[in-house]
């Protein structure tokens, strides 16, 4: 960042891209069936995060038009219903340093020395019901689990705002970024922050592909190697989000997620 008599001026700017085609999760996740779910409507192909002065702008691309098919509008939201987006962000680089565990709900744990130290959440939910959602669910985190000033839809294209002070510091190609793609869950299951679960059938509003226990992750997308659109990286996010284990009784480990560095 810049100062320019008085005034902070615009820096960095980091990109991602994300091959098409691979909104499913470890390989296997299957849609929603109600027709309000879209083909596409979780498949990530473009991430920026831009350095805007007193301002992050995170702007989020999937493959179809962002909808409303809920009127979000009528329950204080943020004019779409379908996507729950988290960017989640590794400062330090430090073995031990950050979270180790996922957002409640994404069932998801990350490497030891990129854990985050950030979140960064796009939800079709409104401030109010999300700082609720994180104070009850999350409140061990809430400190480092950002909500965005003001969020827009523009196509196929999702912008979100948040107040740089709360980042800490000037944005990085140091640091490390995963953006995860969930689905906006207006009735969650009383420790899911707003996510929608993945079993092993799919239903209406179910994902399906996955397993009944707590033990597979709730993600349907992410960004994945260098996170340059290669078909490469569609492997890798399976390879990535396969590592978890559901053992019959219930019990398992958690997938392990690396994050990306631009310049890492």
Known sequence: ??????????????????????????????????????????????????DKGDTVEVS??????????WDSRAWDGNGFSLQMIVIHIDTDHKAGSGYKDGLPGFNVTFADDQRWDKALV???????????EVSAKAAAMKKDI????????????????????????????????????????????????LTRKVNEFGGQHRFGGGSDYDCDPHVMDLIAGKAQGDKSEKDAQHKMLGTFKCNPDGSGTRAVLQMVYPEG
């Open 1 to 50: 960042m810049v100062m320019y008599g008085g005034l902070a001026l615009a820096g960095e700017t980091i990109s991602f891209e994300d091959p098409k085609g691979d909104d499913d999760g470890p390989g296997q996740y299957t849609y929603p069936t109600d027709a309000v779910y879209t083909p596409g409507s979780f498949d990530l192909t473009d991430v920026e995060i831009a």
């Open 60 to 69: 989020v691309t999937v493959k179809a038009k962002i909808d409303d098919p």
């Open 122 to 132: 796009i939800s079709p939910q409104g401030r109010t019901r999300v700082q609720a």
């Open 146 to 193: 950002l909500i965005p000033t003001t969020v827009s839809v523009r196509g196929r294209k999702l912008v979100a705002r948040f107040a740089k002070k709360d980042l800490g510091a000037d944005l990085s190609k140091q640091w490390g970024f995963q953006v995860l793609m969930q689905s906006n869950e207006g009735f969650p299951d009383k420790t899911d922050l």
